[in-house]
């Protein structure tokens, strides 16, 4: 089935063409600056040239009509109509209590993502804009929900419970949620492929770590326990959140700065983590070689993130009892050999032991960890965009052959 793959963050769109039978993506690109003067468009089809454009998109609905017409404007052979794709995938970020599994949109389920809006002010609503953006026009094939948090629903009690009046999290279901979920889920799956391992019996560790990071604990394929909490805000320092931080702090800076709530929320949020601390950049690449050239604060910043995340890979092996295997992925986590070799230095007496040739170069060999140790650690690139299409062509199959449908 080819399954066009729908990712909308505020100002933005991502969309990915794939064809679920050979898992193959046929097309991929990114709409940006949506609602600005100029907005950009780059798609590119598979073996095609990239292509990029600047045109006007006042909205969400404005930028779907885009992609649909630069889709069948290519000149390409994977796809001449858009009677051939079977169906759409969109990206939810927060999918609440109420969301355990992909869904088949429909008004209810349009509904409890509204519903979800003061959980996630910055995600689900653009989210939401999408679907509906999409449906008006692609109407006649199945749109489906895949939910960041759905992962995480089998998280246990005492590991989602916060130490606040349970009356709380009985009204407004205030609870570690996690995120990420299509991401763990993937890399979590290809490692047993890889490996041989068995779920059941397994424990493994997952570092998604990118521009948002996260570290879950993932126990008989399942998560166990997840960095990110009631939002994306929690856990390890990210490049522009400021992750696990002290609540009176808030307390203190509102009084000592006079911040309203949406200056805090913007400081936590776009103004704090690698950017915070290094006061240069919030990406890593600009911070390692800015550290090479000598940067104290650039280099500073690099060890509170690397420190941050052997803390958790450290409290989950507590959490799991051990660990069978690490697993590393996303832009920093894939691509930043030094990041690795920091995160699991001085390690050796949980058992892990890093192959630092192997480190330095993951795509000949996912496995980085000496033949002698305990842990295996992997790198293993994700691939949010297949679990996304191939949960949608599932459900897509079987809304159509339900009697109803």
Known sequence: MKILV?????????????????????CKGLVERIGAVTSIVHQEFKDEKPIKKSISLENHAAALKAIMDLLLEADNEYLHSLDEIEAVGHRVVHGGETFKDSVLIDEDVEEAIEHAFDIAPLHNPPNLQGIRAAKKHLPNVPHVAVFDTAFHHSIPQHAYLYGIPN?????????????????????????????????????????????????????????????????????????????????????????????????????????????????????????????????RRCNEAIDVFCYRAKKYIGSYMAALNGADAIIFTGGIGENAHPIRERILADLEYLGIKLDKKANNNPKENPKISTEDSNVEVYVIPTNEELVIAIDSAKIAIASKQTPWA
Do not use: W
């Open 6 to 26: 729908i990712n909308c963050g505020s100002s933005s769109i991502k969309y990915q063409l794939i064809n679920t039978e050979n898992k193959e993506t046929l």
């Open 167 to 295: 009356r709380l999290y009985r009204r407004y279901k205030i609870r570690r949620y996690g995120f990420h979920g299509t991401s763990h889920y993937y890399v979590s799956r290809q490692y047993f492929k890889i490996s041989g391992q068995k779920k059941q019996g397994s424990k493994i560790i997952t570092c998604h770590l990118g521009n948002g990071g996260s570290i879950t604990a993932i126990k008989d394929g399942n998560s166990y326990d997840t960095s990110m909490g009631f939002t994306p805000l929690e856990g390890l320092v990210m490049g522009t959140r400021s992750g696990d931080i002290d609540p009176s702090i808030l307390f203190y800076l509102i009084e000592k700065e006079e911040l309203s709530l949406a200056n805090v929320h913007a400081l936590l949020n776009k103004h704090s983590g690698l950017l915070g601390l290094s006061g240069y950049a919030g990406d890593m690449r600009d911070l390692l070689e800015e550290a090479e050239n000598g940067d």
